[in-house]
T-cell receptor, first 114, second 112 residues
Framework: KAGVTQTPRYLIKTRGQQVTLSCSPI?????VSWYQQTPGQGLQFLFE???????NKGNFPGRFSGRQFSNSRSEMNVSTLELGDSALYLC?????????????FGSGTQLSVL | SQKIEQNSEALNIQEGKTATLTCNYT??????LQWYRQDPGRGPVFLLL?????KEKRKERLKVTFDTTLKQSLFHITASQPADSATYLC???????????FGTGTRLQVTL
């Protein structure tokens, strides 16, 4: 069974640009969540989708948005990039939405904003 | 405010010894606590989950304890090997969503 796939693996952008990251969950998994990881803040929750609906949202500005498609694939978008958005963006999938679910992470997209 | 602390940013131990990592939290009432391993440049990998009503969980050389009174979890790796070198993350799960709140991690280095 293929794992969680994230594309692209690396991305370099300049301030003010926008970026779209993609995530394909494990086949059969319906919940997809996104995390931002930085050396200073660690892993921080961005949002979670289940059945094409955003179910939870973290404490990030509105420049960060996402969506989930009917095949459970998900995208996240960051508009008007800032230097502080440089981070590893991780996508995770799980079978269901709810407590006690273990998360399966992709290898992430390393975003550098210059 | 809510806080999760993983004591020791880095832990160095000799091969064959037991590594013990700690995870302390405040102002949370987790229904579950999970431990993940993360290697450089990779996403975290699930290791163990323990429920609030469980005291201890084991899997091969791994053992997790969960004390909701002390608000602490301990993660043990027995007979540690260089291949166990990685960053270990604890994560709190309130039980209401798949959203996890992660600690900052402990970097474990096992030397020969």
């Amino acid at each position: 069974k293929a794992g969680v796939t994230q594309t692209p693996r690396y991305l370099i952008k300049t301030r003010g640009q926008q970026v779209t990251l993609s995530c394909s969950p494990i086949s059969g998994h319906r919940s997809v969540s996104w995390y931002q990881q930085t050396p200073g803040q660690g892993l921080q929750f961005l949002f979670e989708y289940f059945s094409e609906t955003q179910r939870n949202k973290g404490n990030f500005p509105g420049r960060f948005s996402g969506r989930q498609f009917s095949n459970s694939r998900s995208e996240m978008n960051v508009s008007t990039l800032e230097l502080g958005d440089s981070a590893l963006y991780l996508c995770a999938s799980s079978l269901f939405l709810g407590g006690g679910e273990k998360l399966f992470f992709g290898s992430g997209t390393q975003l550098s904003v210059l | 405010s809510q806080k999760i602390e993983q004591n020791s940013e880095a832990l160095n131990i000799q091969e064959g010894k037991t590594a013990t990592l700690t995870c302390n939290y405040t102002n949370y009432s987790p229904a579950y606590l999970q431990w993940y391993r993360q290697d450089p440049g990779r996403g975290p990998v699930f290791l163990l989950l323990i429920r609030e009503n469980e005291k201890e969980k084991r899997k091969e050389r791994l053992k997790v304890t969960f004390d909701t009174t002390l608000k602490q979890s301990l993660f043990h790796i027995t007979a540690s090997q260089p291949a166990d070198s990685a960053t270990y993350l604890c994560a709190l799960d309130t039980g209401t969503a798949s959203k996890l709140t992660f600690g900052t991690g402990t970097r474990l280095q096992v030397t020969l």
